[in-house]
């Protein structure tokens, strides 16, 4: 069956999403097509903390209401380490906040607007080709044989999404960073037991204690990346979070745990992020460690500077952001790669050396008592300007 619109989104997370969500509003046609089902893609468990610049670009696309009614502001984070626990206040120290607010609930929203709006979004198809030179997207839905053909293609199928890999190997260039260590991540069912998120430095490794909701906590400890969850019983997870975050007046609830997984930590960046009539968008272009919580707002950010120059070329033929898409990103990307590693490698346990423990003993020290390495580590985590 031969169809025809005017950019083709691959894949329905964050950047594929959010981008047809903007083009619709801008009068550009796009049909978005997704290998998982709507149950799945619904139920992935992700990041949640929104920069002030995402959550205004979610608002100016129709999709604040449940964000504002249901999001959680937080105007500062908390450090632990050496059993003391330190305020940094983000809105003081640049005016801006951050919103904890699940990418489940952000990609439930921009699924209800699309198909409210009856917007062409198609789930669980298979086979899906990209090609390039014609350019168009074939693929196979209910099992009918479809041809796709358009003006652009958005790759926005993630890490391991068949768009990358339809670029020569020799027309991009890609960076890699495994780290020696990973996440193992638990939601538990009770409150918080902060208002803010934690980041804990401890001899037997970081933790974080973050938040889903009021009634729901979502908490990690740094494990080995070829660990196994099933050697981490409740009683564990617990005992180590209860030694992680220990500091002078905390005390940290237990609930049930509904969920638990260990995640892999790495960096990756791919350049450039445009090869003829595709473009690259989230997770397709770029990885960066969760420590410092950029991986949807980099993604939200692709799809506003994609989504400027669509909409410019199909309202007046020019081409000019477009041309500039692939280096307007890259530079936002390469500022959230370096937080994500500094705020990561600062954090963690991943060497024997003293010699360089120390000096992450020292560097925190500096950020609970410097104004102006406060204010950087704010700037950088509320996020550094939205294009």
């Known amino acids: 069956m031969a169809e025809r619109t005017q950019v083709a989104i691959v894949g329905a997370g964050p950047a594929g999403l959010f981008l047809g969500q903007l083009l619709q509003r801008a009068g550009v046609d796009a049909v ?23 959550t205004d670009a979610l608002r100016d696309a129709g999709l604040g209401a449940r964000l504002d ?40 929203d921009l699924i209800a607007a699309r198909l409210d709006a009856g917007a062409p979004l198609h789930f669980e198809v298979d086979d899906v080709r990209v090609d390039v030179a014609t350019p168009a997207v074939r693929y196979r839905h209910e099992g009918v044989e479809h041809e796709l053909r358009c003006d652009a293609i958005a790759g926005c199928d993630g890490f391991h999404g068949v768009c990358r890999a339809a670029i020569p190997e020799a027309e991009v260039t890609t960076w890699e960073r495994a780290y020696p260590f990973a996440w193992l991540g638990i939601l538990a069912d009770v409150a918080p037991s902060t208002d803010e998120l934690i980041y804990a430095r401890h001899e037997r490794g970081f933790a974080l204690h973050s938040m889903r909701s009021p009634s729901r906590s979502r908490l990690y400890v740094q494990v080995d990346p070829g660990d196994d969850v099933a050697r981490w019983p409740d009683a564990r997870v617990w005992e180590e979070l209860h030694a992680r975050l220990a500091s002078d007046g905390f005390a940290l ?85 370096r ?13 024997e050396d003293p010699f360089a423990q120390r000096l992450q003993q020292a560097e925190l020290e500096y950020l609970a008592r410097s104004t102006a390495a406060s204010h950087a580590l704010a700037e950088n985590y509320v996020g550094l300007g939205f294009d």
């Not at 937080?74 to 607010?101: C, K, P, S």
């Not at 003829?276 to 968008?281: D, I, P, V, Y």
């Open 339 to 351: 937080f994500s590693w500094w705020f990561t490698t600062l954090l963690h346990r991943f060497s």
């Open 69 to 108: 009614r249901e999001g959680l502001v937080h105007d500062g984070l908390r450090l632990t380490f050496e059993g003391e626990q330190h305020r940094i206040d983000l809105r003081a120290l640049t005016g801006r906040v951050v919103t904890i607010y699940g990418q489940t609930e952000v990609v439930k």
């Open 253 to 337: 609830a237990e609930g049930p745990v509904l969920e638990k997984s260990i995640t892999p930590m790495r960096s990756f960046v791919a350049a450039p992020l445009r090869h003829g009539a595709l473009f690259l968008a989230g997770d397709a272009a770029h990885i960066v460690p969760p420590t410092g919580a950029k991986g949807l707002n980099l993604a939200a950010a692709d799809a506003r500077v994609l989504s400027r120059g669509l909409a410019e070329f199909y309202r007046g033929g020019s081409a000019t952001l477009l041309g500039e898409y692939s280096a307007r990103a890259l530079a936002r990307v390469w500022k959230a790669a």
């Open 32 to 54: 978005v097509l997704e290998t998982r089902s709507r149950e799945h893609v619904e139920g992935r468990i992700r990041a949640g903390v929104l920069e002030q610049g995402t």
